[in-house]
Nanobody, 125 residues
């Protein structure tokens, strides 16, 4: 069982930075690929970034490549999303998801059952 809690969202001006954290209470978190998704009001959920169990492989949506960086610290059961050069279109609720199947989560972007509650990111222009 994996429980995920996101934090780090907030209000920031365009061009600014935020770092999101996703902490898991599960003892086997290091065996799960982890990804960030986001959903803006009136829009479908979209993928943002994913990371493999070890952190050795990362995956990004084209819209965030070069601006966002995903990483993980398995000793702390935490995955991070460093977001730089933020744009108003990055405004959304950001969710963390975990899945033992790397392909399903980070290639097919089809997460399973483990989700956090989300954290709001608002970027003002």
């Amino acid at each position: 069982q994996v429980q995920l809690v996101e934090s780090g969202g907030g209000l920031v001006q365009a061009g600014g930075s935020l770092r999101l954290s996703c902490v898991s209470s599960g003892r086997t978190f290091s065996r799960y690929a982890t990804a960030w998704f986001r959903q803006a009001p009136g829009k479908e959920r979209e993928r943002v970034a994913g990371v493999s169990w070890s952190g050795g492989s990362t995956y990004y949506a084209d819209s965030v490549k070069g601006r966002f960086t995903i990483s993980r610290d398995n000793a702390k059961n935490t995955v991070y999303l460093q977001m730089n050069s933020l744009k108003p279109e990055d405004t959304a609720v950001y969710y963390c998801a975990a899945d033992p199947n790397l392909v399903r989560l980070c290639i097919l972007w089809s997460p399973g059952d483990y989700w956090g509650q989300g954290t709001q990111v608002t970027v003002s222009s």
